[in-house]
């Protein structure tokens, strides 16, 4: 009899248990996605709520505005200028590729943030996956740029012609700039490959970017900071503190010799002198003109110089909070506004080369107001296309 009561009430359970189980299939079939998104919203938890999310998504959306322009204008302007056409400036455009492709990247976030459900709106995550690839490999291939640059800037200042001359020549300039793109590369798709994180949709932060919900998703965060930061921030930081210490003791040196040179004539300048005095001094103002000319060109080199370190200086004061943010606990629902700090960093620099470099500035300036034919010497490319435009 006990036998019996408690095979039909574990009858009855299993009965119950089978069609609560059926009804909530008819339910998920017959629910639409965006009320399946609530009910899973119990396991994965948003970090913000949908206000934060779509300002978060404006920001971007004017940070890719002024990105894909910006940058867009710093690659024209050493296509359209030879005078652009420099070693330095080709780690320049190089930067600026990868700023352009974070540009391009942040819209896709933007179509997540603002869908009101918990997943990725499209049919396909296969844009979100692009996108967030594209923004951590930019990102990594910026600071390997950056770093290129600081290396550059150190041997033109401190290290004679000839030498800087056969480093870069155009062959190692390319080899130099795939090596650095590979790298960054490399960097992103390894991990992911053997297991450790991966890029997507993002149900935490709807953004697309790494999978925090990953298991080894913080691994993977860790392998991205320690490759991509440490080793070129270093680098920077060495070559930038080597220019200054090596200027300070130029200018220094140079002092007393200036000071001759435009001090007070002495007691026998009132006199008359032969021939060969006068030769002499045509001579000796020859070569303190030289010295000027090279003093000026000098201090030019000088001035690109701080110009680049101040990109250098902004591109760290957006990036160290976030990454600063990986190691420290409890912190994952700031990393969404910290990252629209760290995308800041795409777009500073072409308006630091408007309006301080002094060879980009004139050139921006004059693609600003359309007076490409007053673009000091003007590419092949630039004159093929006024001469199709003046056709038209």
């Known amino acids: 009899m006990d036998h019996s009561n408690a095979t039909m009430v574990l009858f009855n359970d299993t009965s119950t248990v089978s ?44 940070v890719a505005l002024v990105n894909i322009t910006g940058n867009t204008m710093v690659i024209l302007a050493v296509v359209f200028s030879k005078k652009l056409r420099t070693s330095t400036n080709v780690f320049v455009v190089s930067l600026s590729v990868a700023d352009l492709l974070t540009g391009l990247a942040l819209p896709m976030s933007a179509v997540g943030l603002l869908s009101p459900g918990n997943s990725w709106p499209w049919s396909t995550e296969a844009p979100c996956y692009l996108a967030a690839l594209l923004l951590f490999v930019s990102s990594s291939a910026s600071l390997f740029n950056l770093a290129s640059i600081a290396l550059n800037r150190l041997i033109l200042i401190k290290r004679p012609m000839t030498l800087y001359r056969s480093l870069y020549t155009r062959r190692n300039l390319v080899v130099n700039v795939i090596v650095l793109w590979f790298v960054a590369l490399a960097t992103m798709i390894v991990p992911p490959l053997l297991g450790i994180g991966g890029f997507g949709y993002d149900k935490q932060h709807h953004t697309c970017s790494d999978l925090d919900t990953h298991p080894k998703a913080k691994t993977f965060q860790r392998i991205q900071t320690f490759l991509s930061y440490p080793v070129p921030f270093c680098i920077i930081c060495i070559c930038y503190t080597t220019i200054f210490l090596h200027v300070r003791r130029h200018f220094q040196a140079q002092r007393p010799s200036m000071q001759v040179a435009i001090g007070d004539p002495g007691p026998d300048s009132g006199q008359g002198c032969s021939s060969g005095s006068s030769n002499f001094a045509v001579s000796d103002s020859a070569a303190v003109l030289k010295t000027a000319q090279r003093d000026r060109i000098y201090r030019q080199q000088l001035q690109i110089t701080k110009n680049l370190f101040m990109a250098v200086c902004a591109f760290f004061l957006c990036i160290t909070p976030y990454c600063v943010a990986l190691f420290i606990p409890n912190t994952d629902r700031y990393l969404l506004f910290l990252g629209v700090v760290f995308t800041f960093n795409s777009c500073v620099n072409p308006i630091i080369y408007a309006a301080k470099h002094p060879q980009f500035k004139k050139v921006i300036r004059r693609m600003m107001r359309c007076q490409y034919s007053q673009i000091e010497e003007p590419s092949d490319t630039l004159k093929a296309l006024m001469t199709s435009c003046c056709k038209v």
């Open 19 to 62: 069609s609560v189980n059926s009804s909530a299939t008819d339910y998920s079939s017959t629910t639409p996605s965006w009320m399946q998104d609530i009910t899973t919203m119990a396991v994965i938890q948003s970090l913000q709520t949908y206000p934060e999310r779509v300002v978060v998504a404006i920001l971007w959306l004017l």
